[in-house]
């Protein structure tokens, strides 16, 4: 199939050319406006209990759970009428959309015994809250045209909004500018870097030009999907920066083979032939891995993992399909123009060095490494994995919590006011739990038990019921009628000190769900959500990494036609993430380079970043060790099959390809660096998790673990048993003049050092 893809861009390939940069301008068109589109949210299921609650309330008390907060801080005092005065402005403006805002109260429309709880406790900043209608994709939208009509950035009274609907707003507004941003950082360095890679103008601007085109059909693709299905704003980043990354991983393999083809005596014609049925066949094994590691997203019920998944997925098969098929045309097209604006010799005469010569693949700095490396294989292996282990061991203590405002940086609006909130009032009121008893018919002396008993757990401020308000089980004031119904059931408002995703807080929501309800409680608030959420998700996980594994085996035996090297390599790619994760719970949820990279440790981390991360950086290490592999087995099928014949092809393959691999890790990191500068820390602990684990996979893993393994394994590397052997005779996916292996492989051992 490939060979006649390369043959229908060599006969056409203006037409492919043209064809492609129609799609190219369509989708950039379509996908322009994507970001309006997407939502903020995505994290939890409509059948968690907490979401449950949080419907109940809405439909039956409406306004009871508050997600919009305007701080409002005066110099002379809340109590000032400078303070009362803006106030009551912006509580007349927020009720002038009643089909959208209710439940408004305030500081200074609240009963006297109760406003305290919504002043601060220097008394110069005071709340008013409010709840607004509406879906994730609603939600910000209202929110961003509310805070616009309402805040006043100067005066004596200043008026700042805050609370769950402003961050997600902010959230969408930071992450739509970072990718900007992101893009227009990535793409000029990646195209210097591809420069000094090439040595050459042209060859460096076919992988930027088909990176620009994974980009465009990323943004088109995305805005489609928005038409059929919910997809998370969180999306746009990782998915374009997949897009450029891949495609121009893709693009450079295909690239350097075909001018390691010309530099062998090759036409244009036929380089790219060989090009495509040898590189080409790589890119499509990789692209397979990384859709089918990303497809393992499906088997988690929440949309933020479903979007990722048909986002990925779609953009994996734009990145391939352009690199094995629009990259052919586009060959064809340069022809041997492909060093035309060679940088390497004018800068070798400006620095007055002498001319380059081309090494052969033994004479290379790879070559040298990997021999070196084989010689003492065992205590190299040992060596390496400690380390790699010991940077993976932080993430025994990991600990996952729910995104809030703290995923932006401060100066931001709603970071600020829920900075404030933390910190300068008594209770957090964006932290409240909130009890919710939609069976409830009894009399008040049982709704008034339960408040009190709830009132004496530690660090809890005050509850709030329609039968009182407890304060460490003493009734301090009386409680609010409308807070239940005896058609409804009721609610009670649950304050607490303690910051809802820390491990006080967790053992707090433990707590209260401990005390006695007189029926059925469902709790909601942000500690609970998040404990909700985080059972939800990890119960997927086994199954997810069952499918992953299982793909990457199957794929690979089909490519090697072995069943040691695809176990060989799901082992390595483990223990690369394993060090990247623990370098992840080091820097953000320890907080140890907080200062140097300008985020806010919260003691967790959003549980969904390090899932995304397995998937992409899974699928991104398959992506080397598939090019790895593809060179290392075209030597052993050339050489002797012996342990000796395994030791020179592994040396000669990663010889071969030591330079382009770690050329392309660099390029891809760098797009994956672009998504870190992000202002939101959990696009910045995916772009740095990512580019982490692309490096250190590209250099430790393949110039230092894998080539001692192999070398340990010796021809045991190849081997299968009869039965599969047939196996892939018959269904791997071999290039057209590849012998069929008739046996399998009798291994002989292999020494342990030199």
Known sequence: MLTRIARAAVGRPRLVVAVALLLMILCGAVGATVHSHMKSGGFVTD???SVRASQYLSENFPGSEPNY??????????????ARAAAESAIA??????????GVQSYWTSRPDLKQAL??????????MASIEGDDAELPVRAAALSEELKVDSGPVTIVPGGLAASFSDINTQISKDLVIAEAVAIPITGLLLALVFGSLVAAALPIAIGLFAIAAALGILRVLTAVTDVSIFALNMTTALGLALAIDYSLFIVSRYREELAA?????????????????????????????LSALLVFPQYFFKSFAYAGIAVVAAAAGAAVIVLPALLILVGDRIDAGDLRAPLRRLFRLAPRAEKQPRETFWYRLVTAVMKRPLPIALATTAFLLLLGSPFLGVQFGYPDDRSLPTGVASRDVGDVLRTEFDADMAASATVVLPEFRGAPAELDAYARELSTVPDVPAVLSSAAVYRNGLRVAAGVPEMSDPAKGAYLSVATSLDPYSDAGRAQLDAIRAVDAPTEALITGP???????????????PLAGALIALATLVLLFLFTGSVVLPVKALILNMLSLAATF???VWIFQDGHLSGLLGFTATGTLNLAMPILMFSLAFGASMDYEVFLLSRIREEWLAGPKTAAGNTEAVAMGVARTGRIFTAAALLMSIVFLGVATSGVSMMKLFGLGCALAVISDATVIRGLLAPALMRMMGTWNWWSPKPLVVLHNKFGLKEADEPESAEPVKPEPAATSA
């Open 527 to 541: 500690a609970a959500l998040n404990q909700d959420s985080v059972e939800a998700i990890t119960g997927k996980l």
């Open 582 to 584: 623990g370098a992840m």
């Open 265 to 293: 005596g090759a036409t244009p014609a036929a380089a790219v032939h060989r090009s495509i049925r040898t590189a080409g066949r790589t890119v499509v094994y990789s692209a397979l891995v990384v859709a089918l590691s």
């Open 47 to 49: 059948d968690l209990d």
């Open 93 to 102: 403006q927020l009720r002038t959309h009643s089909d959208i805002v209710s």
């Open 69 to 82: 907060v305007l701080l409002v801080t005066a110099d002379e005092g809340a109590d000032s009428p400078a």
């Open 119 to 128: 002043r601060s406790k220097d008394g110069k900043r005071a709340l008013i």
